[in-house]
């Protein structure tokens, strides 16, 4: 069973995570904690439907979570360290975020968010249908995976766990959305839009009193700031990027640390790490001893790595690598000098590694499956290896213009040739690496070599390599997808006369792209929550409002010339528009224009709609239309490159 560890916590002794699977007789996603000694296998800790979230008091006695229950929205719960019944803490309409302990061990801060009377449920016998109209009057209004969002902000409570009755507190009135809460002292820490005003790409730091009180601003950013951590001599370390106006896309995310002061004089951070190399992953930067850990994003991988003490701008080589050396970070903690991560692969989804620690070896349930890691040693593996699964070749090539290119490929058992599936990912500042990707081994199982880009405008190649396609999308990046591509067919197991192209969101931008432009090097397209025409996602788009102008500029013509619809006249071979109907991102009026343009024109066209989903449907969406995904995706290939 495909199961995977999510968040950590770590205090003393105690190691928990949160352990997630797919059930596809319920269609939903199942999970408990689970706890991991030093030396032994892991043990069940929670046996809720989905628990998530742990995390432990700074004096160790509790664990607070979120649980789902029944399919209902996740709530708070707490729980002795030594085990217990769990108990609920909060029952809020729209459920509860993520607990932060206060340093008392007694008062937990979380994120909800807070429905306007009448409305998603609170008033009893009136459905979606039979709710007042929306009074909508600004750019953000909704979001994907969310819906819309100005009539239920994200709020910041506080609640005494211990309480006989616990009764959560709001400290913020719901003005404009606030994350990622904070301590420090009697404040918390948060990010929220500069001036608190919903309209503004920028984030700063603000201090809310615990007891209640106007926020007050600390930190002013050089464009965002998010993700606070404090330390114990007043300053705060955070994570930011810096840009103008509306120009907030291919950006590094650096570390940055601030002087922290209350008096509503708000501090200007120091950057910790430099702005072109280093482009950290959106992960809770930790400080340990000898300055602060972050996960970065280096070709391909997603690396932990150390930004020392005494940083300032600090470039990459600078950072040593604590874990993920040709692999993808995607938690971590550190106490008292122990440091854990959950570590994925390209054949499994993730283990959980402790760090500078001697190998281990183990078979039982919840213990490593594989000695020692670069860096370190698993420690538990909820998954096992993975049957049928295929490692990833590194290659290489030169683009036109002599631009190195980098990517991957993976190739099925067998000697070949095999058909060729050229998957784009989405973004386009994202990266495809050396993390598991279920679709890559879900196609290598099914006879398919399958080849991953990071053509110009990806991440984990510094900030110039991302902002190389800003007004020019649709010219380098293009160049450099098909010169891997060729790189990839030169090798024996590739068939060059049996190629597919496939993408999603930016990667099915792509994908249309090069059906118009290139039509000729493939068979057939699969091209899904695709961006095809920029001057509709502006209005459309939960962030078409700036997006589309920051990557295309403000004239329409040139817009226009950057749209695959636009270039539709030139497609000519089998197509598949794919898509969600609850997509906010890209919206299906932009598949919709894109199926009705190409079967006007004749072009043998299918349209995929997936009900009740969103742009995450290859990632988070229902199990059962996860599978049925795959199923119609195999079947499109089956039928037009036959493996």
Known sequence: MLRAPGTLALHDDLLLTDVAHPDLEADAYRGSLWRIPQDGPAVRFTHGDHDTAPQISPDGAWVAFLRASGGGKPQLHVMPTGGGEPRPITDLPLGAGAPVWAPDSRRIAFVARAPEPGRYGTEE?????????????????RGDGIGFVMDRPQVLYVVNALADLPQPVALTDGRCGVEAPCWHGEHLLVSAPRGLDPESLNTDLYAVPAGGGEPIPVVRSDGSATLPAVLPDGHVLYLGTEFTGIHAVARATGLYRAPLAVDGDPA?????????????????????????LVAVRVRGAVELRLVPRDSAGAPLEKLPVVLGE??????????????????????????????????????????????????????????????????????????????????????????????????????????????????????????????????????????????????????????????????????????????????????????????????????????????????????????????????????????????????????????????????????????????????????????????????????????????????????????????
Not at 268 to 284: I, K, M, N, Y
Not at 424 to 441: R, S
Not at 449 to 473: D, E, F, I, K, T
């Open 268 to 292: 200007t951070g120091t950057r910790l790490t430099e702005e072109e190399s280093v482009d950290c992953e959106a992960l809770p930067p930790v400080p340990v001893e000898d300055g602060a």
């Open 125 to 141: 016998g009136v459905g979606a249908a039979a709710e007042a109209p929306r009074r909508i009057t600004g750019f953000r209004y």
């Open 326 to 643: 040709r692999a993808s970070v995607k938690a971590f903690a550190s106490y008292g000098g122990r440091t854990v991560a959950v570590v994925s692969s390209p054949e499994h989804p993730g283990q959980v590694v402790e760090a500078g620690r001697g190998a281990e070896t183990g078979s039982e349930a919840g213990r490593p499956g594989h000695t020692a890691v670069p860096g370190g040693r698993v420690i538990a593996d909820f998954c096992g290896p993975l049957p049928g699964t295929r490692p990833l070749r590194e290659i290489t090539a030169t683009a036109p213009d002599g631009h190195p290119v980098h990517g991957w490929l993976a190739v099925p058992e067998g000697q070949g040739p095999h058909p060729v599936l050229l998957n784009v990912h989405g973004g386009p500042f994202h990266q495809h690496g050396w993390g598991f990707l279920d679709e890559t081994q879900v196609y290598a199982a099914a006879g398919y070599a399958v080849v991953l880009p990071n053509p110009r405008g990806s991440a984990g190649y510094g900030q110039a390599h991302g902002q190389a396609v800003v007004g020019a999308l649709g010219t380098v990046d293009a160049d450099d997808v098909l010169a891997l591509l060729d790189a990839a067919l030169a090798e024996p197991e590739c068939d060059p006369e049996r190629v597919g192209v496939m993408g999603g969101s930016y990667g099915g931008f792509m994908t249309s792209w090069l059906a118009a432009h290139r039509g000729s090097r493939f068979k057939a397209a699969w091209s899904e929550r695709a961006v095809n025409a920029w001057d509709s996602f502006t209005g459309s788009s939960d962030i078409g409002w700036f997006f589309a102008e920051a990557y295309c500029g403000p004239d329409a013509e040139t817009q226009r010339a950057m749209s695959p619809l636009y270039h539709a006249d030139r497609i000519t071979l089998p197509f598949a528009v794919v898509h969600s109907e609850e997509d906010w991102r890209c919206p299906v009026e932009q598949a919709q224009r894109m199926f009705v343009a190409l079967r006007r024109n004749g072009v043998p066209v299918e349209f995929l709609l997936f009900p009740g989903e969103g742009h995450e449907l290859t990632r988070s969406g229902r199990p059962r239309h996860r599978l049925q995904r795959f199923e119609a995706v195999l079947e499109w290939w089956s039928r037009h490159l036959a493996p």
